[in-house]
């Protein structure tokens, strides 16, 4: 509660929370360009977006790469690429937010680099690796190694920056996208707090950090949140977070400091609960989403990034960004909000919400600790299978219209919408000529550098992996030798191994009380009985590094549900690998996901996989955020149905896949 005499108002009014928008595509250099507008236009920190491939720890010449590069981020595949991306951009100067997890370390590397060839003291240079492994496995797909291998990873970053980077956030523990995977406020609460032990727990016991230093590790532990429309359970869970935080820290870790056990947090708001309908509805949802982070002075975001209100139709364009930065600058500038204490103290209300929360995230936090911690939790599937049933919960009340999403199951009347009249045009498009600039850049870098000092590096940094040394010497001495994204992980894989995360669908139900769930299901038999077979086979195929399987999921679910047999081996599949599996599997259907943009270089190469191995007859479709020009061109293509956010109702996508079923083998 504050304390101040004032109880009216402030004595002087706070400062603003660090604003940023989360930015990067294409090169180093034309994000760069993009960093220097935003900043001209008063944003006051940078939040760069890398690539997939770059979070994936692949180079861009990499087959998985193809049609990824540069398209939902900024390629950085060795040092000059880090150099071209803050050229004349002083980062002592700058506090630059990295969403990066498995390569963090790397990432961190290069930018540590780069700082001191500006001249920067590195102790001065303040900013984030977001480096929270944990919801990789359960939400966004990006993880690289095992969940134990990975944590040793983020705990030498840590112990590294504690030394070196003492203003710098290590660790950026996410439940950002749990809430977008499904958890519940309690969930996202229990879930995030189970993750940020593990890391405590990992950065203790690896023997780097003296007991009397666990205050100072815990106070560069900040945490990355979502925040949804309904913006007072949102103010609930963020002071409830406070809450337990406070406690952790003090019980478990002995910190006894409190401005060391403070809750300190980044926001960006609900992205996936942007609507590709009315999309000019996403901007009053932004500003709600935003003020569940800021009106409770308690427990204020210390950095917030929106997103724009076209991110449902694609990338947002520079002119999109500057309004979501805007958005924040009017709130904190035109309106009173930052003159007064905090809003809710004494509230029966807030109070009596935020106490339900703590209870129920306390339960979820004994569970995970119950099963062995977080890492046991990813390894048994139980995270993973309860985010997947909560967010099959929340997708049935939307279809059943119990939640209302206006535009998109209310109130869907709507005139044209002038933001949209210029089509493609009102999202950014990415040159394709921008990968193979990529490519050559690459392989231009790998021939100018001394192989034998490469050589030398990456044998240091595969030795070191072997043992328990901190890697970020080994990491640094590859950097400065030119070593690439690609090598540096590729090193790492041959020590530590890749993972294949559990895809949560064993138990999970979506739909069984669905009024329209029994017709489909009898659609499904019948087919399969007149194809003479026993069961419909469903494949559902993640192609390329796109690691947002939630809708995926989603479809395994329901149309599982409904009776097919489906056959799901998770993200980061080659084409051959589909195709492959929808020719051993004998499927009926094969149905892609692509969420990142690429599906113009995804989809065709499963569809020519298919021809040549003789099953051109097998009916394809994708799903993912589709320009209607792009499904146009995928049509002509061969695929048989493109469907895209609008297409809501599950059981209605579902009984649409029987129709091309039966219409792919001339059944009526």
């Known amino acids: 509660m504050d304390e101040t005499p004032y109880p009216g108002r402030l004595p002087e009014r706070d400062r603003p929370w660090v604003m940023r928008t989360y930015a990067g595509h294409s090169s180093a250099a034309a994000t760069n360009a993009l960093f220097r507008r ?346 993973k299978s309860a985010l997947v049933a909560s967010l099959a919960e929340r997708r049935r009340r939307m279809e059943s219209g119990a939640d209302v999403v206006v535009g998109v199951n209310r109130h869907t009347e709507t005139e044209p919408s002038p933001l949209t009249a210029a089509g493609a045009g009102a999202v950014e498009q990415v040159d394709p000529a921008v990968e193979a600039a990529a490519v050559a850049g690459v392989r231009r870098w790998r021939a100018d550098r001394d192989a034998a000092v490469v050589d030398a590096a990456l044998t240091r940094l595969r030795a070191d992996a072997a043992t328990t040394t901190n890697l970020m010497p080994a990491t640094l001495e590859c950097v400065r030798a030119g070593v690439t994204t690609g090598e540096w992980a590729g090193a790492l894989r041959q020590v530590f191994g890749e993972y294949r995360a559990p895809t949560g669908l064993a138990g999970a139900t979506g739909g069984g009380g669905e009024p329209g769930l029994a017709a489909v299901r009898e659609r499904v038999t019948a087919t399969a009985r007149e194809l003479g077979s026993g069961r419909l086979r469903l494949l559902v195929g993640k192609p390329g590094l796109d690691g947002h399987s939630n809708g995926a999921e989603q479809i395994a679910v329901r149309a599982r549900d409904a009776g097919f047999e489906v056959v799901y081996q998770g993200i980061r599949l080659t084409a051959g690998q589909i195709v492959a599996a929808a020719v051993e599997e004998d499927v009926d259907l094969v149905g892609l996901s692509v969420l990142s943009g690429s599906h113009l270089a995804a989809v065709p190469a499963v569809l020519d996989g298919l021809r040549a191995a003789g099953r051109a007859d097998l009916p394809v479709v994708v799903g993912g955020i589709i320009p209607a020009g792009d499904a146009d061109t995928l049509r002509a293509a061969g695929v048989a149905r493109v469907f895209t956010p609008k297409d809501f109702a599950l059981t209605d996508i579902i009984d649409d896949l029987v129709t091309v079923i039966r219409r792919a083998n001339d059944l009526p």
């Open 38 to 383: 935003n900043l001209a236009k008063g944003q006051t920190g940078l939040s760069v977006a890398f690539d997939l491939p770059t979070q994936t720890g692949y180079d861009p010449d990499h087959e998985l790469a193809s049609g990824e590069v540069g398209r939902v981020g900024v390629p950085v595949a060795h040092l000059g690429d880090m150099r071209a991306l803050f050229d004349g951009l002083p980062l002592a100067d700058t506090n630059t937010s990295m969403t990066i997890n498995a390569p963090a370390m790397w990432l961190l590397a290069l930018y540590g680099t780069v700082g001191l060839e500006q001249g920067a003291d590195l102790a001065r240079c303040a900013g984030t690796t977001q480096n929270d492994i944990i919801k990789e496995y359960l939400s966004r797909g990006t993880h690289i190694f095992p969940p134990a291998a990975s944590l040793r990873l983020t705990a030498d970053v840590v112990a590294y920056t504690l030394r070196e980077m003492p203003r710098w956030n290590p660790v950026n523990i996410c439940s950002y996208h749990l809430q977008e995977a499904g958890a519940t406020p309690v969930q996202e609460v229990g879930f995030a707090l189970a993750t940020a032990v593990a890391v405590l727990d990992a950065v203790r016991d690896s023997g780097q950090v003296p007991a009397e230093r666990m205050g100072d590790v815990v106070q560069r532990i900040s945490f990355f949140v979502n925040a949804g429309v309904r913006f007072v359970e949102e103010i609930a869970k963020m002071r409830a977070f406070g809450v337990l935080w406070d406690e952790i820290t003090r019980d478990r870790y002995g910190v006894t400091e409190p401005g060391q056990r403070r809750f300190r947090y980044g926001v960006q708001v609900n992205s996936l609960g942007l609507t590709e309908a009315q999309p000019e509805n996403n901007v009053q949802r932004i500003v709600l989403e935003m003020l569940g982070v800021t009106m409770s002075r308690d427990a204020r975001a210390r950095a917030v990034q929106l997103p724009a209100w076209n991110e449902a139709l694609g990338l947002p364009r520079p002119w999109d960004q500057q309004w979501s930065l805007r958005m924040q600058q009017v709130l904190a500038y035109e309106s009173d909000l930052l003159e007064y204490p905090d809003l809710f103290a004494g509230s029966h209300v807030m109070t009596a919400l935020v106490d339900e929360v703590v209870a129920g995230a306390r339960v979820e936090l004994d569970t995970v600790l119950k099963l062995g911690g977080v890492v046991s939790a990813v390894e048994s599937g139980y995270l």
